[in-house]
Nanobody, 125 residues
Framework: VQLQASGGGLVQTGGSLTLSCAIS????????HGWFRQSPGKERDFVAA????????VYTDTVKGRFTITRDDAKKTIYLQMNSLRPEDTAVYYC???????????????????WGQGTQVTVSS
């Protein structure tokens, strides 16, 4: 299983970025997928997830209304549209693919997951 994240970069406060994560080597459509982030000196935190069907999404409170997670089963890719970015959004963003078949978007499903390599997002003030 491989997860290839891309789309990170440097953006000013208030700007937008879209992250992509291409997932290969498994049946994409029956698992939930998500995004996490890690800032220097901090633990990796949950950001957003989407259920196996795409019908359910969960976001951490600090990104609600600004970030949107979507999935394209035909392309085996998930996306994270990030708007109104803030300096505190600066982190390495990781995509994850849960091992829980037909799982929900709740964060615990990623306690057992495959992980991508991360993509850096830097928001300047």
């Amino acid at each position: 299983v491989q997860l290839q994240a891309s789309g990170g970069g440097l953006v000013q406060t208030g700007g937008s970025l879209t992250l992509s994560c291409a997932i290969s080597g498994r049946a994409f459509g029956v698992y939930p997928h998500g995004w996490f982030r890690q800032s220097p000196g901090k633990e990796r935190d949950f950001v957003a997830a989407i259920s196996w069907s795409g019908g359910g999404t969960v976001y951490t409170d600090t990104v609600k209304g600004r970030f949107t997670i979507t999935r394209d089963d035909a392309k085996k890719t998930i996306y994270l549209q990030m708007n109104s970015l803030r300096p505190e959004d600066t982190a390495v963003y990781y995509c994850a693919s849960s091992r829980r078949r037909f799982g929900s978007a709740d964060p615990p499903v990623f306690e057992d997951a495959y992980w991508g390599q991360g993509t850096q997002v830097t928001v300047s003030s």
